[in-house]
């Protein structure tokens, strides 16, 4: 049984506060993949934060009227067959990522495709849309670069420091050899 227009429009209501709030979303093509390897998709997807739900293709684009994705045709051309789509809300490469692991773990996996990804305003679309989604580094590597910028300085300043000593030490050094050798 269908969705009643009242249903349909509390869904297409759901479907845009998430397009709103996500920082990215995938569209996923699921067709002939069994339910067994779709769960086991949508539970990595809950580990990482990233929500995913199948919604009809007609209320996503009601969803996202008066929206630039509505007036982006590569976007809503993908809105054919069954689509899954997976919003992240903190890590914009976070679904892509998932996905592109999960393909890569056997055939089944691999039927799973990525129709298009956004991040923003930007429409990526096909395998494009896999390969430049899963390539932006995450939250934590974007941590990780940025506590090494901030801890170069200081580490630096340490070397530095300790030039002279080191320095004196091997002088010593090379003169205490020098004495026992002489």
Do not use: C, H
């Not at 890569?104 to 799973?112: H, I, L, R, S």
């Amino acid at each position: 049984m269908g969705l009643s227009r009242d249903q349909k429009v509390a869904q297409s209501g759901e479907v845009r506060d998430r397009f709103s709030r996500a920082v990215s979303t995938v569209l996923v093509d699921f067709s002939g993949v069994s339910v067994g390897t779709i769960t086991d998709l949508r539970a990595r997807f809950r580990a990482a934060g990233v929500e995913y739900k199948v919604v009809k293709n007609n209320v996503v684009l009601k969803a996202i009227e008066g929206t630039s994705l509505a007036d982006n045709k590569a976007f809503t051309g993908q809105l054919k067959g069954q689509t899954g789509i997976a919003w992240s809300y903190e890590d914009p490469s976070a679904a892509a990522k998932i996905i592109k692991a999960f393909r890569k773990e056997g055939d089944a996996q691999g039927k799973v495709l990525v129709k298009a990804g956004v991040v923003e305003s930007t429409v990526f679309v096909g395998p494009k849309a896999e390969e430049d989604l899963a390539a932006i580094p995450g939250k934590d590597e974007i941590r990780a670069q940025l506590l090494a910028q901030l801890m170069a300085p200081a580490e630096s300043l340490v070397r530095l420091l300790n030039a002279p000593g080191q320095n004196l030490a091997l002088v010593l050094d090379a003169y205490k050899r020098k004495q026992e050798g002489g």
